[in-house]
């Protein structure tokens, strides 16, 4: 289905974040991963989250849920025996998963988006893979790959962190479990060194024991460990609120999302210093973000490495500043959904905005009066996208109309209720 977003000066309203994505998957994976019953509570829902949901109630975990919490009876290191998985458009759950797939015999992960996920590469984790013993058929790195594992051994690890730290993530989650010893290695740059802290911490959770290098880039893994069954409570989401608080920065607002913990090890909670830097008026107390938006912002420069999923909305805000923002370290924008940087720019600027793109860098030249809008938007069937040029379409002098924007509910199935609870004027279409 598509979205109609149309010009909205005023914004107002109370709501609460949604649950974080990320630490929803890590908690359903580690939960999986022990041997006894884990309870999480306030569960992410969402497209991503539904497939691990699903592939590891394939692998053999047995899940309840209700309104409040989900109930995970774990299957440890004995994963079932299938032959087939289906992650959806998920990149996160079919790298962790590839890790976890390497303790069964054969699994064919299938290709079911290939003009998304089945275009992004995977060779980094392939090879690592492959140090351990698991034997991985693929297409050119691509899906669908097949991972024959079983007994994949311990032992000295390399990992390139140039693409994704995702990859990384997915050994530090296998690794505990084996019979061996391992040391993992990270070649080249770690990108996104906040969400292995993510990772890091969801894992001290589970009991598990990991002796990391301060610089994120060697690991020690005792081998023979097991995962503690354990309650876990999921934090508000920055990455989806990062497209509600830019709404409201470029809007005349008077905006509250609760929810959202002041210290949150979440990186793109620097939405909240970026925003600061744009000078919007703003507030963050007791987990409540008040944006009071008058429409006016400054531009601002923002090493973007460590906030990978707000930048999009970040450079939504700045289309509206006045002067030119520059966001940089931002390659590994260009390996998501779709490429998030020439991809994206390129509707900005049929919407009217004035963009450029570098290898590694967002350009904005800032236009506070607005842009003329009036156009149909391909949002490349990416979550991001969307939520980033609805923002936009706030404050086009014409409607945006966005192709496929039902694929917000990937990561955010609530966005444009939300929006609309707060007077949004967006519309589905079919």
């Known amino acids: 289905m598509d979205v109609i977003v149309r010009p ?3 914004l107002e309203g109370e709501i609460g974040a949604l649950s974080s994505k990320n630490y929803t998957t890590r908690y359903l994976l580690v939960a999986a991963l022990s041997e006894g019953t884990s309870t999480i509570y306030h569960p992410a829902h969402s497209e991503d989250s539904d497939a691990i949901r699903r592939c590891i109630r394939d692998l053999g975990a047995e899940l309840t849920e209700d309104e409040e919490k ?83 051994k311990g032992g000295r690890i390399t990992v390139s962190g140039a693409v994704s730290s995702q990859y990384l993530s997915a ?23 906040v969400v292995v802290g993510q990772t890091l911490e969801v894992l001290e959770q589970a009991g598990i024991i990991v002796h990391a290098a301060d610089d994120y880039m060697s690991f020690k893994v005792p081998g023979g460990q ?6 876990y409570t999921v934090q508000g989401d920055y990455p989806g609120s990062a497209a509600v608080l830019a709404a409201a920065a470029v809007t005349k607002s008077d905006v509250k999302i609760h929810r959202l913990a002041e210290h949150s090890r979440q990186g793109e909670r620097a939405i909240i210093d970026v925003l600061r830097m744009m000078e919007a008026p703003l507030t963050h107390e007791n987990g409540t973000v008040h944006v009071q938006g008058n429409g006016r912002l400054k531009a601002v420069e923002f090493d973007g490495d460590a906030a990978t999923d707000a930048v999009l909305a970040m450079v939504a805000a700045a289309v509206f500043a006045e002067g030119t923002s520059r966001f940089y370290n931002v390659e590994n924008l260009r390996y998501k959904e779709c490429d998030r940087i020439t991809d994206y720019l390129a509707e900005l600027s049929r919407a009217g905005a004035k963009v450029e793109e570098r290898r590694d860098e967002i350009i904005v030249h800032g236009t506070p009066e607005g842009v003329a809008g009036g156009v149909t938007i391909n949002a490349h069937f990416d979550h ?8 936009v379409g706030l404050r086009a002098a014409e409607p945006l109309l966005i192709k496929d924007a039902h694929h917000v ?22």
Request: charged residues 25%.
């Open 8 to 10: 909205t000066p005023v």
């Open 70 to 152: 989900i109930v995970i009876k774990g299957f440890g290191r004995r994963p079932k025996d299938i032959k087939e998985l289906n992650v959806g458009n998920a990149g996160a759950v079919l790298r962790f998963l590839m890790a976890v797939a390497s303790l069964c015999p054969e699994v064919t992960f299938v290709n079911t988006y290939p003009d998304s996920l089945g275009k992004r590469p995977h060779d980094d984790l392939i090879d690592a893979l492959g140090q351990l013993g698991v034997e991985v058929e693929h297409n050119e790195g691509r899906l669908p790959i097949t991972i024959r594992g079983g007994k994949p």
């Open 171 to 193: 050994l530090l989650f296998l690794t505990p479990l084996l019979e061996e010893d391992s040391e993992i290695i990270v070649l080249n740059d770690l990108k996104s060194k």
């Open 226 to 231: 097991s995962y503690e069954a354990k309650s």
């Open 384 to 391: 991001r996208v969307i939520m980033a040029l609805t923002v």
């Open 409 to 430: 509910a990937k990561s955010y199935p609530q966005y444009f209720d939300h929006l609309r609870a707060l007077g949004a004027d967006v519309e589905w279409v079919k």
